[in-house]
């Protein structure tokens, strides 16, 4: 079995994601419905400070707690499907940075790619980008919220190139 613990390499998170029989669909691949569950899961890890006895990546300073008074909330999502997932028990290798950071925004990019383990001596394959735009809201006013320099400073790290789509019309 692999290591779950998140790593950091070439201006990317790498987040080992767990696929459950569930996430598969009549097909026998991942559905579209569970590829955004994966990469919900991927964010949490991401951002979320880690509980007693827990690990995360440097990423993750924003509270979590429903008292915190702070929400992120989904503006955008899009995803390009380049081949189908087949469900395997190693976890994928769910690759992150940040497209921009705005005012009160992040453009989350991720590959989702086969497991690292899976690459050894070959390349990974790719199966799906996506782009998440998340705003970070007060949760009294339902207003934006300024990005802190803290959160910024965890993140301007993991700044890169935000995806180019391929099949875009």
């Not at 996430?23 to 919900?40: G, I, P, R, Y």
């Not at 007693?52 to 503006?75: F, N, R």
Request: net charge negative.
């Amino acid at each position: 079995m692999t290591d779950d613990r998140p790593v950091a390499g070439g201006g990317r998170l790498h987040l080992p994601i767990h696929l459950r029989w569930g996430d598969l669909d009549a097909f026998n691949h991942v559905n579209n419905t569970s590829m955004l569950k994966l990469l919900e899961e991927a964010r949490v890890r991401a951002f979320w400070l880690p509980g007693a006895g827990e690990t995360a990546p440097d990423t993750a300073v924003l509270e979590s707690s429903i008292h915190s008074g702070v929400l992120t909330l989904i503006a955008r999502q899009e995803i390009e499907y380049l081949a189908p997932v087949p469900y395997q028990r190693d976890p994928l290798d769910v690759q992150m940075w940040f497209g921009k950071l705005g005012g009160s925004s992040i453009e989350v990019c991720y590959e989702v790619c086969s497991p690292i383990e899976t690459a050894a001596g070959g390349a990974q394959t790719v199966y799906a980008r996506a782009t998440t735009v998340v705003v970070k809201v007060d949760a009294a006013t339902g207003r934006p919220l300024r990005l802190s320099a803290e959160e910024r400073a965890a993140w301007a790290p993991y700044v890169g190139d935000t995806i180019d789509y391929a099949h875009r019309r």
